[in-house]
């Protein structure tokens, strides 16, 4: 073989070779508008969460500026979605007052919620003798003189969704919830055996 048909053989290569690329990238280009498509068309929206009610069987400030609650709250997550499911890989709860973690997170366990289902968990969030700031101390000895503390139920952790056969990447969720926990003459709530129950049914605002 000649010298000139060994270049045209090796240029006839690198045409075959550029075009299978170009297919393969063509290829990918479409599935991937298709996914965006689909994607645009549905237009996934955030679960709702709302917290029912809280359950405080301690809630406890001593010196120096140690804090011991001991609550159980009542938390629901609707899928407003009609045709795509949620999976809940990872939840924490937890809660905080004036922005402060003031129990451990408890961990909920892995979850898929289909189309338009309400999903309810009934944790237990603790917190033994956890530090507070003296400012902090001090204002929550104002609130609960006052008769009002508000503590925040966060939940943070992980979603995906699942569009047909197709699912997502995982998507960071944060979940703020209010709860206003009487005392003394503001005390609102009912006595469940050695705790006090307060109903509360209040919406959350949920980032994803």
Known sequence: MSEKDCGHHEDEQRKLHRRLLTALLAFIVVILFIILLV??????TKPRFVLHDATVYAFNLSSPNSLTSNL????????PNGRIGIYYDKLDV??????????LPTLLPPTYQGHKDVTVWSPFLY???????????????QDQMAGTVLVHIKVYGR???????FISGRYRLYVNCPAYI???????????????????????????
């Open 39 to 44: 994607w645009l068309i549905l237009r996934p």
């Open 72 to 79: 159980q709250i009542t938390l629901s997550s609707r899928n």
């Open 94 to 103: 937890y809660a905080t007052y004036r922005s402060q973690q003031i129990t």
């Open 127 to 141: 917190g033994n003798a956890v530090p507070v700031a003296p400012y902090l101390a001090d204002s929550l000895s």
């Open 159 to 165: 979603v995906r969704w699942k569009v047909g056969t």
């Open 182 to 208: 009487g005392f003394g003459s503001k005390n609102n709530g009912f006595d469940v055996g050695p705790a006090i129950k307060f109903q509360l049914v209040q919406g959350c605002n949920v980032d994803v």
